[in-house]
């Protein structure tokens, strides 16, 4: 499915199935995605189990620097220090001095922090090395993983498409799916959602002609990925035009999503209700949609027609 990766299930809150980090093989191999820093034990077990000892890893690359992506960044640099850890340009300061982000995930997970994500240790600013979009590391053997700046998600985000198994690992860009816990859905935190810019990374992906998409929620969607990319537009599109419809009509953003979705999270077994509550939650989606609402000015460019 995917020659010479390795997914790693980094069980973020103990859960799994939620967070996937993925080696990929070669000369100079490279891991894509630390996880959370919650994760790191887990990560570091699942890497020596598969031969992978401090000398061994020559990259560490993170799709953006949200904590459940990067923030076992600094542990895992430390535990592997001839890696060069890769980001996007936009990120790369926050790897460095992470006090800010922290401190702004600190705000949207109250407690919940500490418990279930950590925090993030800060990087030596000498291993950081920002990515520009187009640019690619060398594995070695004729691989090369190349980064495409694809931002919507986030301003900071980019997708790294693997030259030896055509994989694309799409960080949160393409949407959260969960195994037992129902359809792709999209992704739309707060601050900068921007869903003309996550439409057009999508066709950006597309234009790749990926053999798979390695999703960081989690893992391979392999049957038929170009379907996967249409119905991850088509899920952006549904999830913004209720909130644009709410939002003009003086209606509250999230009581409108959660009357559409919510159904169908209910539905689910406790424990995938859970874990997609935590991840991928209506209320995160709708806090993101109505800060893009806000910058957009409603009705017009940017906005659903």
């Known amino acids: 499915m995917m020659p010479g990766v390795l997914e790693i299930d980094t069980r973020l809150g103990g859960w799994s199935h939620v967070t996937a980090g993925y080696l990929v093989e070669g000369a100079a191999p490279v891991l894509v995605e630390t996880g959370s820093q919650s994760s790191v034990p887990v990560l570091l077990d699942a890497l020596a189990a598969h031969g992978v000892g ?16 990067a923030g076992g960044v600094g542990d895992v640099a430390r535990a592997f220090p001839n890696a060069t850890v890769y980001v996007h340009p936009r990120g790369a300061r926050h790897l460095v001095d992470p006090a800010r982000l922290v401190a702004s995930a600190a705000t949207v997970y109250g407690d919940a922090l500490d418990g279930l994500y950590g925090r993030l240790e800060p ?13 690619e590391v060398v ?47 999209p992704a739309t935190p707060p601050a900068d ?35 996967a990319l249409d119905e991850a537009a088509d899920g952006l599109n549904e999830w913004a035009s209720l909130a644009l419809a709410a939002w003009v009509a003086g209606n509250d953003v999230e009581e409108a999503l959660r009357a559409r979705f919510g159904p169908g999270i209910q539905a689910l077994p406790v424990q995938q209700r859970e874990r997609l509550e935590a991840l991928n939650g209506i209320h995160s989606n709708a806090e ?10 409603g009705p017009g460019e940017g906005t659903p027609s």
């Open 139 to 185: 594995l070695g053997g004729g691989r090369t993983l190349t980064a495409l700046h694809s931002p919507g998600h986030a301003k900071h985000h980019m997708a790294l498409h693997d030259g030896g198994s055509g994989a694309l690992f799409v960080g949160d860009a393409v949407g959260v799916k969960l195994p037992g816990a129902g359809p792709l859905r």
């Open 123 to 135: 990087t030596d600013a000498a291993r950081v090395r920002a990515l520009e979009d187009g640019e």
């Open 288 to 297: 993101g949609l109505k800060q893009w609402l806000a910058r957009s000015g």
């Open 193 to 227: 959602f921007d869903l003309a810019l996550a439409l057009s990374s999508l066709e950006r992906f597309a234009a790749r002609s990926p053999s798979v998409l390695a999703l960081a929620h989690f893992g391979v969607l392999a049957e038929n990925p170009t379907e």
């Open 54 to 69: 401090p000398g061994d890893l020559a990259g560490i690359a993170v799709t953006h620097v949200h904590l459940d992506h």
